[in-house]
């Protein structure tokens, strides 16, 4: 089992650029591949980013992409999303996940990840 735990989300102003991190603990030997996903009420989540087991591929939606950057920290067990320039629709409760079936690829299907974090609340003030 793995354990997932996000933080450093916040009210942020519209260009802002926070950082949420999501710890992971439990049996992390192995380098499972992490999504990030934002979720608004009445929605299902939907795919911001991810990063592969390895760290050598990264994937981010078109709505991201140029502002949001990915990436692990393997001796600490965590992964990071850094955001920058902050619009009103990036807000959301960000979840990170493990696919621990994956290496060097990763998924943007929510599904086919197994284990999720409880959630970061970002929310962007104008």
């Known amino acids: 089992q793995v354990q997932l735990a996000e933080s450093g989300g916040g009210l942020v102003q519209a260009g802002g650029s926070p950082r949420p991190s999501c710890a992971a603990s439990?049996?992390?030997?192995?380098?499972?591949?992490v999504g990030w996903f934002r979720q608004v009420p009445g929605m299902e989540r939907v795919f911001a980013a991810a990063?592969?087991?390895?760290?050598?591929?990264?994937d981010y939606a078109d709505s991201v992409k140029g502002r949001f950057s990915v990436s692990r920290d393997s001796a600490q067990n965590t992964v990071y999303l850094q955001m920058n320039s902050l619009k009103s629709e990036d807000t959301g409760v960000y979840y990170c996940?493990?696919?621990?079936?994956?290496?060097?690829?990763?998924?943007?299907?929510?599904?086919?990840?197994?284990?999720w974090g409880q959630g970061t609340q970002v929310t962007v003030s104008s």
């Open positions: 439990g049996r992390t030997g192995s380098m499972y591949a």
């Open positions: 996940a493990a696919d621990k079936h994956r290496r060097t690829t990763t998924t943007r299907n929510p599904s086919e990840y197994d284990y």
């Open positions: 990063i592969s087991g390895s760290g050598g591929y990264t």
